[in-house]
């Protein structure tokens, strides 16, 4: 039996692909050890693109609408310096932002953990005498309590011996660590250098990418490619924005509760709330843990298990009101596909992989979204058309 070409083709294209599939398998930790390498290697200009991206929108913002929004009629000088202005400004503000928040939230924490951990032994006595009271109804639990030693001086002790050990190979290593901070300082100043010339530049640099692949890639492929690129700028643009406004509307919320409910520590707890709400649900939960430990520690357990309580309600109302509305509106994500994403993103990257997965499911779901649209649209022309033929037929 003889193949003709195009078959032919198919199989050596198959062939090769399962040549090139088990070589993959078969070397998958060197390839995986090469590409960590060379994402290291680019980690400096990857860093440079993702702040470019961040600080983009409010120098976009402001270029459209602070400086000089008429921009065509502005006089020549203005005109040249809108863009050094609106990155300028954009800088400050990522900066004044950070700043802030670094002084009010570092100080003030590292004071509260020092706080929990001194409160910690009173509570677990407290905790013990309470326990003492089911004696009869849970023996074994209670027994356990009763053997369960908090060593505090132990534990200081062991963490003295730990520094004191590490701190040996640490100093003897001084010019490693110092190198070490050095390549640090050096990978930020290329990526803050970088991403302020692609923010200079972004406009020429956007027309030269679309050239070029256009120039190399298939005419329907090229405008599919730069359809998802333009597809996926939006989605990130949105989760950015929807994540800071979202931050704000959740500090806002707490801390006019806690002004009410007459919580101590209002400014810093809701401020520490709405700074780490920055990474999806889990961040808000784990401050607002912090939260209550501090309010335990400063008022008692019962207004910390009160703080709790507050809190678990204010999230309810903002998780199924205010977050589906803002984050939905932004990314065009429904919230059981942020749940989803935010679990799979954080089970394979961490934290990072919290804050990417949103945007790259909403990308995907919009895709997907889209397909299915044109699908439906062929599936009903088909059936029209045969529904035509019918009538034509009798």
């Known amino acids: 039996m003889r193949l003709d070409r195009k078959t032919v083709k198919t199989l050596m294209g198959l062939i090769s692909f399962a040549v090139v599939l088990a070589a993959a398998v078969h070397n998958l930790p060197a390839i995986r050890d090469g590409a960590f390498r060379l994402i290291g290697v680019l980690s400096p200009l990857l860093y440079g693109l993702a702040l470019a991206f961040v600080l983009n929108i409010p120098m976009s913002a402001l270029e459209r609408r602070v400086l000089w929004p008429r921009g065509k009629h502005a006089p020549g000088l203005m005109k040249?310096?809108?863009r050094?202005?609106?990155?300028?400004?954009?800088?400050?503000?990522?900066?004044?932002?950070?700043?802030?928040?670094?002084?009010?939230?570092?100080?003030?924490?590292?004071?509260?953990?020092?706080?929990?951990?001194?409160?910690?032994?009173?509570?677990?006595?407290?905790?013990?005498?309470?326990?003492?009271?089911?004696?009869?109804?849970?023996?074994?639990?209670?027994?356990?309590?009763?053997?369960?030693?908090?060593?505090?001086?132990?534990?200081?002790?062991?963490v003295v011996n730990f520094l004191k050990r590490g701190l040996g190979p640490t100093l003897g290593?001084?010019?490693?660590?110092?190198?070490?901070?050095?390549?640090?300082?050096?990978?930020?100043?290329?990526?803050?250098?970088?991403a302020l010339s692609v923010l200079a530049i972004k406009e020429q640099l956007a027309e030269q990418v679309k050239k070029t692949l256009r120039a190399f890639v298939k005419p329907a492929l090229a405008e599919r490619t730069l359809e998802i690129c333009g597809i996926a700028g939006r989605v990130f643009t949105g989760f950015v924005t929807g994540q800071l406004t979202e931050a704000l509307i959740l500090w806002g919320l707490c801390f006019l509760g806690m002004m009410i409910f007459r919580f101590p520590d209002a400014f810093f707890i809701s401020t520490l709330v709405g700074a780490a709400s920055i990474v999806p649900i889990f961040g808000a939960l784990v401050s607002a843990?912090?939260?209550?430990?501090?309010?335990?520690?400063?008022?008692?357990?019962?207004?910390?298990?009160?703080?709790?309580?507050?809190?678990?309600?204010?999230?309810?109302?903002?998780?199924?009101?205010?977050?589906?509305?803002?984050?939905?509106?932004?990314?065009?994500?429904?919230?059981?596909?942020?749940?989803?994403?935010?679990?799979?993103?954080?089970?394979?990257?961490?934290?990072?992989?919290?804050?990417?997965?949103?945007?790259?499911?909403?990308?995907g779901y919009a895709l997907l979204r889209e397909a299915v649209r044109l699908r439906t649209e062929e599936l009903a022309a088909q059936a029209a058309k045969v529904q035509v033929k019918g009538v034509e037929a009798q």
């Open 84 to 158: 050094p202005l609106a990155m300028l400004l954009a800088v400050l503000i990522a900066l004044a932002v950070v700043i802030t928040l670094s002084s009010i939230v570092l100080p003030r924490l590292i004071g509260a953990i020092t706080r929990i951990f001194t409160q910690l032994p009173g509570w677990v006595e407290m905790a013990k005498r309470r326990l003492q009271r089911f004696e009869s109804d849970m023996p074994a639990l209670v027994g356990w309590v009763d053997a369960f030693k908090f060593d505090w001086a132990g534990m200081q002790a062991d």
């Open 173 to 194: 290593s001084v010019a490693s660590v110092a190198s070490s901070v050095f390549g640090t300082a050096t990978s930020g100043m290329i990526a803050f250098i970088f």
């Open 80 to 82: 040249a310096l809108k």
């Open 289 to 363: 843990t912090i939260g209550a430990l501090l309010i335990a520690a400063a008022d008692g357990l019962g207004r910390g298990l009160a703080f709790a309580l507050f809190f678990v309600i204010l999230q309810q109302l903002e998780g199924n009101l205010i977050y589906p509305r803002v984050m939905g509106n932004r990314v065009g994500l429904p919230v059981i596909g942020v749940l989803a994403a935010i679990t799979v993103g954080g089970g394979l990257m961490g934290v990072l992989g919290m804050l990417l997965s949103i945007p790259i499911f909403a990308v």
